[in-house]
Every structure is written in structure tokens, then in C-alpha cells.
Nanobody, 118 residues
Framework: QVQLVESGGGSVQPGGSLTLSCAAS????????VAWFRQAPGKEREFVAD????????AYVDSVKGRFTVSRDSAKNTVSLQMNSLKPEDTAVYYC???????????WGQGTQVTVSS
């Protein structure tokens, strides 16, 4: 089992920045990919970004490319999501998720609220 705990959410004005953190514990050696998803009120959950736990290769949804950066600290078992130039449409609950080499995202954090508003 893997446990994931997010932190770092909050409220910020448009154009501002926030950094989310996801701390992994348990059988972290089984992790292959860690991803960030978000869900806005009344909308479906969407993929935001992910990172390969071993080699650090990243991927992003088009709407955040150039503004968000996902990174990992393997020694601390943490994954961060640096969010810059935030927009009101980035407002959502952000979730950290992890999966093994094969299969779906089976490990999820509890979520952290990000609100972008003037």
C-alpha cells in the first residue's frame, strides 16, 4: 500500500503562484508514475501533469504547459507541482495520485483546494 498526502493549497489572486506538495509513504518502491489531477465544481476530474518516479520524465495537459512544473525529490519521496501565472479557471481541488507500472491510478490523496480569485 502507498499513502499520499497533499499540502500547499490555498487562495491566490490571478497571476499569482502556489506550490503543491505530495508526500508518499508506504511501499513507495512500487510507484511508477505520480500524477496531479484536479476537479472543479460541476466538472469531471481532469489530468494535469505527471512524472515518472524513476527517470523524471514529465507530461502536462495543454492548458497548463509553460505555467506549471512537476518535479520529484526521490530522497524525500515527494512530488511537487509549482503553479505560476494562475488563472481563475485553475480553481479546483487538486489530487495527487500514483500507479504502478501496469494498471490504473490506485492510490489517491485526500485533495487540496486551490482557489484563484480577485
Amino acid at each position: 500500500q502507498v499513502q499520499l498526502v497533499e499540502s500547499g493549497g490555498g487562495s491566490v489572486q490571478p497571476g499569482g503562484s502556489l506550490t503543491l506538495s505530495c508526500a508518499a509513504s508506504g511501499r513507495t518502491e512500487s510507484i511508477y508514475i505520480v500524477a496531479w489531477f484536479r476537479q472543479a465544481p460541476g466538472k469531471e476530474r481532469e489530468f494535469v501533469a505527471d512524472i515518472d518516479w524513476t527517470d523524471g520524465i514529465t507530461a502536462y495537459v495543454d492548458s497548463v504547459k509553460g505555467r506549471f512544473t512537476v518535479s520529484r525529490d526521490s530522497a524525500k519521496n515527494t512530488v511537487s507541482l509549482q503553479m505560476n501565472s494562475l488563472k481563475p479557471e485553475d480553481t479546483a481541488v487538486y489530487y495527487c495520485a500514483a500507479r504502478r507500472a501496469i494498471g490504473t491510478y490506485e492510490y489517491w490523496g485526500q485533495g487540496t483546494q486551490v482557489t484563484v480569485s480577485s
